[in-house]
C-alpha cells in the first residue's frame, strides 16, 4: 500500500532553518508527482509546493524565494528546504501524492513545524 512519512520537523526561531523529508513507498516514485501542504492551527490545509515527476516546482506565493522543494528518485524521498522561517509558517507540514487515473488522494500523518518569534 502507499505510504509517506515524513520527518523533519522541530521548534526554531524566526530567521532559522529546516529541512523536511518524506519517504514514499508503494508508488512508482520517480513518474509521481509530489507536494507539501501546511495547516496552520485554527485553519484548513494549504499547498505550500509542488514538483512534477520531472523535478518543475512550483510555489505559494507565501514561500516563494524562501522555500525549496527537491526530490531525489533514487532514495524515493521529496525534500522541502524552509529558509528565513517566519511564525506564520508554524504548522503541520504534510506530504501528498495522487496516484492513477481517478487521482486519488495519499497523505502522510504529518510533522510539526513551530517558528517562535
Known amino acids: 500500500q502507499v505510504q509517506l512519512v515524513e520527518s523533519g520537523g522541530d521548534l526554531v526561531q524566526a530567521g532559522g532553518s529546516l529541512r523536511l523529508s518524506c519517504a514514499a513507498s508503494?508508488?512508482?516514485?520517480?513518474?509521481?508527482?509530489m507536494a507539501w501542504y501546511c495547516q496552520a492551527p485554527g485553519k484548513q490545509r494549504e499547498l505550500v509546493a509542488t514538483i512534477t515527476s520531472s523535478g518543475t516546482p512550483t510555489y505559494a506565493d507565501s514561500v516563494k524565494g524562501r522555500f525549496a522543494i527537491s526530490r531525489d528518485n533514487a532514495r524515493n524521498t521529496v525534500y522541502l528546504q524552509m529558509d528565513s522561517l517566519k511564525a506564520e509558517d508554524t504548522g503541520v507540514y504534510y506530504c501528498n501524492t495522487r496516484q492513477g487515473l481517478s487521482r486519488r488522494e495519499y497523505w502522510g500523518q504529518g510533522t510539526q513545524v513551530t517558528v517562535s518569534s
Open positions: 508503494g508508488i512508482i516514485f520517480s513518474i509521481s508527482s
